[in-house]
């Protein structure tokens, strides 16, 4: 007979969970006690109904409060779809302040970390995250921790059972609440897909059994999550994501699930994956732009968005940048212009460069567009946010400005400036807060 960890291992195996290892070796350090001599001082957590959020380093707790109202209003809806009865036991948040700790503690190496851009991970049902001035641009960091508590009650509902694409795919579905209900693909995903497609190159099945934070790069690692996602929407249309994984768990077979839900055998589903439910995939016209990986080496964000870009756009660019320094705005947007109009997928800082330069020159009008379409096209840009906040707290839009505050400090809080716009305008309007629901219509 197979020992509780023989059994525990062929499970985890055979339903391909992200890091399994990790359950059958020795418990993870906890976070407190690994950073109980840390030289950030001492460990901090605050609470809220549900939820414990511990930090180290005292300048992360900037989005604590934040954090917590954000998870609270998610959890109001997601509890009714993932729960049969409330739990009284609050659900763990561990903000680490840099990727070497991430590494220690996680037992993901550093290498896997910059090789796929990994910044969250649930492990022993504990959510963790890297804080986001890790990364040049920072990143959605309220989405991934409803991304992250999404895996947490699926692990509450099967520990086992699930396979790493149902897992991611059925994460992403649900981590754009409270606000956004259904799954949503951003340009740079859809953009990445379309290469990938186009090239008859997207991932079989088989290949999406594989842990995610083990892929050779940021684009598969990237593209794994697309087609997880796309999958698990499939799936959810068919029988109900959820309501697949109960059943998963009360038969202790995934296969037999899969049948019950699409009333295909896993070897039909497999052969079919790529063929017939991938090709189906629609992308969106005019939705697609190109994908910018997520970056750990602390270069400069202009060069590592321009590196692809030809020789001819990257002069016009850099003219562009030189007029600029010298007063000369017209002249500069110019030049900008026409660097954006030579690439088919022109760098977010080219486009932030080209607003701020028609905003110099006193056209507003033109330099509204530019941002309106970069934020279009890349949602998570802190900076084109926070230059929009600007421009509508001019034209005394104060409820939109602050909403486009709230969008850049939901990715990068470290933003210059950012934190004090924020509190200037909460002074003169305290009603306004990191929730986004009182002012929805």
């Known amino acids: ?67 917590l109202e954000h998870i609270e209003w998610a959890h109001r809806d997601l509890e009714p779809i993932f729960k049969d009865q409330s739990s009284t036991h609050k659900a763990p948040v561990e903000i680490f302040p840099d990727l070497k700790d991430f590494s220690e503690v996680s037992g993901l190496s550093m290498a896997r970390f910059r090789a796929t851009g990994t910044i969250a991970l649930t492990l022993e049902q504990r959510m963790m995250i890297l804080f986001p001035r890790n990364l040049a641009f920072g990143y959605g960091w309220a989405e991934t921790v409803v991304h992250e508590y999404i895996h947490y009650l699926i692990r509450e509902i099967s520990e086992n059972m699930v396979p790493i694409w149902l897992h991611e795919g059925t994460a992403q579905l649900f981590q754009g609440y409270p606000y956004e209900k259904k799954p949503v693909l951003k340009p740079a995903q859809w953009g990445l897909f379309k290469k990938y497609k186009k090239q008859n190159k997207l991932l079989s ?107 001819e756009s990257r002069n016009f660019a850099e003219l562009g940048s030189r007029l600029f320094n010298q007063g000369r705005f017209r002249a500069s947007a110019f030049e900008m212009d026409r660097a954006i109009h030579k690439t088919p997928a022109p760098p977010p800082s080219w486009q932030r460069q080209l607003a701020v330069s028609y905003q110099r020159a006193n056209d507003l009008s033109k330099s509204a567009q530019v941002l309106d379409k970069l934020l279009k096209d890349y949602p998570e840009d802190a900076s084109g946010w926070f230059l929009r906040a600007a421009q509508l707290k001019k ?31 909460k002074e003169e309007f305290p009603k306004f807060s990191y929730s986004f629901n009182m002012h929805k219509d």
Not at 269 to 284: C, H, R, T, Y
Not at 306 to 311: A, L, S, V
């Open 395 to 425: 034209e005394k839009k104060h409820l939109e400005s602050w909403n486009a505050l709230l969008h850049a400090f939901f990715v990068n809080p470290f933003l210059e400036s950012l934190t004090d716009e924020m509190h200037l305008l």
């Open 205 to 311: 099945l088989k290949s999406l059994q594989e842990p995610f934070p083990y892929k050779k790069d940021p684009e598969e690692a990237e593209l794994s999550y697309v087609q997880a996602l796309l999958f698990a929407d499939w799936l959810n249309q068919s029988c109900g994501a959820i309501q697949l994984i109960r059943w998963a768990e009360a038969a202790q077979d995934l296969g037999a699930a899969l049948e019950k839900c699409t009333k295909k055998s896993y070897k039909d589903l497999d052969a079919e994956f790529l063929p017939k439910i991938m090709a189906q995939v629609k992308i969106p016209e005019g939705s697609d732009v190109e994908f910018y990986a997520r970056d750990f080496s602390g270069r400069d964000p202009v060069e590592v968005e321009g590196q692809k870009k030809d020789r």
């Open 1 to 67: 007979m197979r020992s509780d960890v023989t059994k525990r291992f062929l499970l985890c195996v055979l339903s391909g969970l992200v890091l399994c290892s990790t359950n059958l070796q020795a418990k993870l350090p906890a976070f407190r006690e690994f950073f109980k001599s840390s030289s950030l001082g001492p460990v901090k957590s605050k609470e809220s109904a549900h939820f414990v959020v511990s930090w180290v380093h005292p300048r992360d707790e900037v989005i604590v409060d934040a954090l």
